[in-house]
Structure formats: structure tokens, C-alpha cells
């Protein structure tokens, strides 16, 4: 009798925990989740202003600051949520394969990114812009760096369209990643560094780089950053709209801008309409 008890126990105690693990799915990836579990959220690691992890392991960042307000308008913590990395190439992947509830990465919208998953908001609006040095009053438009050197990251469709498009005699420099980019400006082997304005102000923005660089402040695109998540999913993306619609209209989304950017005298735009 004993044995046959302690095995109603066990099976008993198992059918607790399936059915616990299939209610209670901590990956977040469950669309009537909200208000309970873990949230997996996708961002950048590595774009100060953005999405940064420090090396104490906090995450910090405005795309950090949407994601988080976002996430308890759908029921979450900060404590609940899940950062998992999100490099340019993987987002799409991420996504589609359960792996994030949602992305928010400077994830430009655009038409090819648009097939392959669905966009709320737009939360930002960012341009292509350049970062000089403080003292720099040589460059004030694209045609002054034809006879600059130009530094962006390997592959980077902005450096491609200054130097295909408006300075066709600029010298560009390719480096593995934005911090190359920026000790090449601040040593003078390079006079200039594009991409988006957001992360340019988020690189000048960080304390061991306050007062030595400056955004030009050209406009030579429009880049409207989305939040991604799976395609159809429209419940879940009403949700994300709405909160977005209230984090800017009770002054969340500007003091979240002014936190991440100020340092760097950012000038944002106003919060672009969403949806």
C-alpha cells in the first residue's frame, strides 16, 4: 500500500509540474501571456544611448527604456524581462523563431523588413548624420568630405551613400566596429564618422567622450525605428501601439530621450505618429 501510494505521489506530482510548465512558459513568447512569467526582448548589446550591456551586466539605452515601458504595459516587471541580443543580421530570425516577444534595436521599418515581420509604432525618428570633433568647423555639409576621410563599420550602407552620392572624392575608412571609428576622430586619422544620428549622440553622449565630439546635424535620411515582432500578430501589436501612444503622450518618451541623448545636445525629433 505504501509503494502504491508514493507512486500516486509521483505521477500526481508530475502531471502538477506539465501542466505548470505548459501554463506558465517562461520564454514569453506565449501571446496570452501578459501579466505573467518571463518576456524575452530583443536589443543591442553594444550601441550606447541605445542598447548597452555594461560590463556590471545592467542594460541601459532609450531603445532599453521603450522596451522596458512597454513590456509593463503588457503586464511585466523589469525583473521579468529577458534581454537576449539582437545583431542587425539576427532580428528577423529572432523573431520568427520564438525567441523574443519583440524587437527593439534601432530597427529601421522598411518595405524588405516589413515581408518578413510586422512593425508597431514608429517610436523614433532618426537621419543619417555626421560626427566631427568639437573644434571642427570645416565640415558643415556632405560636399566637405571630399577632401575628408570618412570612417563607418564594414558594409555600412551610410558610408556607402555619402561616398556614392554626395562626396564622391571622400576617403573612407571601413572599421569593425563604431569604437575604431571614434578613437581614429579623437586621434585625428579620420575627420568624420557616419550613421544614424541616435547612435552617433549615444557615442558622444558616454562620459569618457562628453565635450570632445558633435554632431553635424545633416539630414541625409529618414530612419523610423520600429518595433518588430511576428508577422500577424495584430493582438500583440495593438498592445505595443497603445503603450507607445501613452509613454509619449505622460512624458516618458521624452525624458527617456533626454536621458539617453542629452549629454551628446541631441536635437530629436518630435515623436513620430504611430501606426
Known sequence: MKLHKAGASAAAALVLALTATACGGDSGDDSNNEGGGK?????????????????????????????????????YDAKDIEWKQAPSAERENLIANGDVKFVAASYSINDERKQKVDFAGPYFLAHQDLLVRADDTSITKP?????????????????QNVKEKLAPKAGLLEQGGYSECLTGLENKTVDALTTDDSILAGYAAQKE?????????LKLSDENYGIGLKKGDTELLG?????????ESDGSWQKAVTANFGPAGYKNEPAPAIG
Open 143 to 159: 560636399e566637405d568630405l571630399n577632401s575628408k576621410k570618412l570612417c563607418s563599420v564594414t558594409g555600412s550602407t551610410s558610408a
Open 239 to 247: 498592445k505595443i501601439n497603445d503603450a507607445l501612444k501613452k509613454m
Open 39 to 75: 518576456i524575452a526582448i530583443g536589443i543591442k548589446f553594444d550601441q550606447p544611448g541605445l542598447g548597452l550591456k555594461t560590463p556590471d551586466g545592467t542594460f541601459t539605452g532609450f531603445d532599453v527604456d521603450v522596451a522596458t515601458y512597454v513590456a509593463k504595459e503588457l503586464g
Open 209 to 217: 567622450h562628453e565635450g570632445k565630439f558633435k554632431l553635424v546635424g
